[in-house]
């Protein structure tokens, strides 16, 4: 069954630093997303991906924020300058005939 | 509730007995799904019922869905201390919202052996 993969599983970081999380969703789906789960608490969308640009974003999706799909496979989110409330689970999604598949996550220290 | 919003927050039981999870939701939608989390690790996809559908069935589980009153429920039937995790549902509003997914705080579900 196809998977959406996501990397690293685990990442650990200093404030301020750069991070780029990656994820390969699966290759015939047409929506891509990232979601975020701080810990204990709901999973929230951060933004989703179609047709090669953005095409909705939630207000945690501030400028430190960007999603790339470089070269038709990768999509990534890098977090331009982490803070300490960026810790949290994020998923990547995506979505194809009314069928979500999520990845398995990648867990974001900020330390 | 959230938009969706389960009830109750925690559910401990026998297992063998019947779980129920409730999830209400607030604005029109398009989907339903059910999702299973074990304790900080990925979501796993259970269900999804469409907003024209009343119920389904899928295994030991089954989801109900009134639009009138905005609410499912996912019946576990004859649990089994490995139905242990958080249960959450999350509603689309489909093409318009570009099918994202909107979140409720989940349902922990313990099954005492």
């Known amino acids: 069954e196809p998977e959406v993969t996501q990397t690293p599983s685990h990442q650990v970081t200093q404030m301020g630093q750069e991070v780029i999380l990656r994820c390969v969703p699966i290759s015939n789906h047409l929506y891509f997303y990232w979601y975020r789960q701080i810990l204990g608490q709901k999973v929230e969308f951060l933004v989703s991906f179609y047709n090669n640009e953005i095409s909705e974003k939630s207000e945690i999706f501030d400028d430190q924020f960007s999603v790339e799909r470089p070269d038709g496979s990768n999509f990534t989110l890098k977090i331009r300058s982490t803070k300490l409330e960026d810790s949290a689970m994020y998923f990547c999604a995506s979505m194809g005939v009314l069928s979500y598949t999520f990845g398995s996550g990648t867990r974001l220290t900020v330390v | 509730s959230q938009q969706g919003e389960e009830d109750p927050q925690a559910l401990s039981i026998q297992e063998g007995e019947n779980a129920t999870m409730n999830c209400s939701y607030k604005?029109?939608?398009?989907?339903l799904q059910w999702y299973r989390q074990n304790s900080g690790r990925g979501l796993v996809h259970l269900i999804l019922?469409?907003?024209n559908e009343r119920e389904k069935h899928s295994g030991r589980l089954r989801v109900t869905l009134d639009t009138s009153k905005k609410s499912s429920s996912l019946l576990i039937t004859a649990s089994r201390a490995a139905d242990t995790a958080s249960y959450f549902c999350a509603t689309d509003a489909g093409r318009d919202s570009n099918y994202q997914l909107i979140w409720g705080a989940g349902t922990k579900l313990i099954i005492k052996p």
């Open positions: 604005t029109s939608i398009n989907n």
């Open positions: 019922i469409r907003s």
